[in-house]
């Protein structure tokens, strides 16, 4: 199949990025997003989210009108739909962004278009929920348009890479569709182009961010065991994985962005007699800042009224998403128990937290402190030089969830370390 002008619904962490790189493969791309405020400012040339290289990119696709910005969708060959799928309080998926979507794609479905939907889904959304709604355009899929189902899988501070270069899965309600879809991506996708149908590329997608979360809430349960049993997690893991068949993941303060955290739900709410590893491993990796707040009592003794220093609020290094961030929990939770806690995250300094002090650099961050609590191993934070950190603070505890400070450096510079999982190390 053929493409000139092809329309991206969402223009989200997924959605520009993929309008632009598209864009600067000499396709004509229409972005498409309901929220004015994100339409005003693309047209404006200004880009509302962090990614690196994206901002330059985007500058330049916008600049020689390879991508226009719109608040709705207008005809096109292909159009491709990558709006949020939040969840409910319950967990249950909240499809309305998908459907509104699909809805505005309606009037604009013309014979022979190819439909793709990229945001990730329960299993069956695009035959059950997408598919009908398209049809109410009196086009039958399949017969008069091609339909698919194509997951991102791009990592976050990574994706204008990964989109390129990672492999794609692409789930037709056909096999035209599936090929239809594959001539789409090949425009610039390097990695394998892997075809099957929608419902298996559905749970490709779901089945692979599980996995991940499966195996950090192990890692997780580890850092608990170690501290039970007086051992160091970390030296544990690395030695554990010189083992050829074994690779466990990092303990942390948890897991948090909108991906990892979110996905597996889809799983047990499609499922649930059938999830019960999946559903725990959510439980134990929700839980887990708990953990760290649990942490902070042993070495802080009472707590109320003491003062913290958080550094980093993002849900992980060197990206300025904070949604389901264990540390934004961490935060919050500390302060609810009485610690006076100050925040600072590089990335974004004017976020809010209810009682939380939020300060605009490291430095005011550190003064007037009685510990230091590392939750994000932003670069920044990793590369501190600890005598610099001890000429800015009196705190002399630092407690080191995410396992990127030197014992012996931070010792040298009068610092008492403490490193989550640790308790072999530790001295309080
Ligand atoms: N984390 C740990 N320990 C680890 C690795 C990660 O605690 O060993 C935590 C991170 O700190 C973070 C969370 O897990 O809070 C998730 O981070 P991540 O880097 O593992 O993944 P995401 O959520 O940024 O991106 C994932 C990726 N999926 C997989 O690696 C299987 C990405 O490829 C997907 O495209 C993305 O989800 C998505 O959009 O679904």
């Not at 270069?165 to 991506?185: M, P």
């Not at 690779?247 to 999830?275: M, Q, R, Y």
Request: net charge negative; glycine share 8%.
């Amino acid at each position: 199949m053929e493409f000139n002008q092809i329309c991206i619904i969402g223009l989200g962490y997924i959605g520009l990025p993929t309008a632009s790189t598209f864009a600067s493969h000499g396709l004509k791309v229409i972005g498409v997003d309901r929220n004015q405020e994100v339409v005003k400012s693309l047209k404006n040339g200004k880009v509302h989210i962090y990614e690196p290289g994206l901002g330059e990119i985007v500058e330049k696709v916008l600049r020689e009108g390879m991508l226009r910005v719109s608040d709705k969708p207008v005809e096109a060959d292909a159009f491709i739909i990558a709006v949020p799928t939040p969840f409910y309080d319950d967990k249950k998926a909240d499809l309305s962004y998908v459907r509104s979507a699909a809805e505005s794609v309606v009037p604009v479905l013309r014979k022979g278009n190819l439909v793709v939907l990229e945001s990730t889904s329960p299993p069956l959304t695009t035959r059950d929920i997408v598919k009908p709604i398209l049809e109410k355009s009196g086009l039958k899929a399949g017969e008069d348009f091609k339909l698919v189902y194509s997951p991102e899988r791009v990592l976050p501070g990574q994706i204008l890479k990964e989109l390129v270069e990672n492999a794609r899965v692409i789930g037709g309600i056909d096999q035209a569709s599936a090929e239809a879809g594959r001539d789409l991506y090949y425009i610039f996708v390097k990695g394998d182009i892997v075809l099957t149908d929608a419902t298996t590329s559905e749970m490709v997608k779901l089945m692979e961010n599980t996995y991940r979360d499966v195996n950090i809430a192990i890692a997780n349960e580890f850092s608990r065991l170690a501290e039970r049993f007086g051992v160091d997690v970390w030296e544990a893991i690395s030695i554990a994985n010189r083992h050829p068949r074994v690779k466990i993941l990092n303990p942390g303060p948890g897991v948090g962005g909108h991906c990892i955290s979110v996905d597996p739900w889809f799983l047990v709410e499609s499922a649930p007699d059938l999830t019960p590893l999946i559903h725990t491993a959510r439980k134990v990796n929700d839980s887990q800042p708990e953990f760290v707040v649990k942490l902070f009592k042993e070495v802080m003794g009472s707590i109320k009224g003491k003062r913290v220093a958080v550094l980093g609020l993002a849900y992980k290094p060197d990206v300025d998403d904070l949604r389901e961030s264990p540390a934004v929990e961490i935060a919050r939770h500390l302060s609810e128990e009485g610690v006076l806690v100050t925040a600072f995250e590089p990335f974004k300094t004017d976020f809010q937290i209810e009682n939380v002090r939020m300060v605009k650099t490291l430095e005011e961050g550190l003064e007037s402190t009685d510990a230091v609590l590392l939750l994000v191993a932003h670069t920044q934070f990793k590369n501190l030089d600890p005598v610099v950190v001890s000429g800015h603070t009196t705190a002399r505890i630092v407690i080191d969830t995410v396992n990127v400070w030197n014992l012996e450096t931070w010792r040298a510079a009068g610092f008492n370390i403490v490193r989550l999982g640790d308790r072999k190390n530790r001295v309080v």
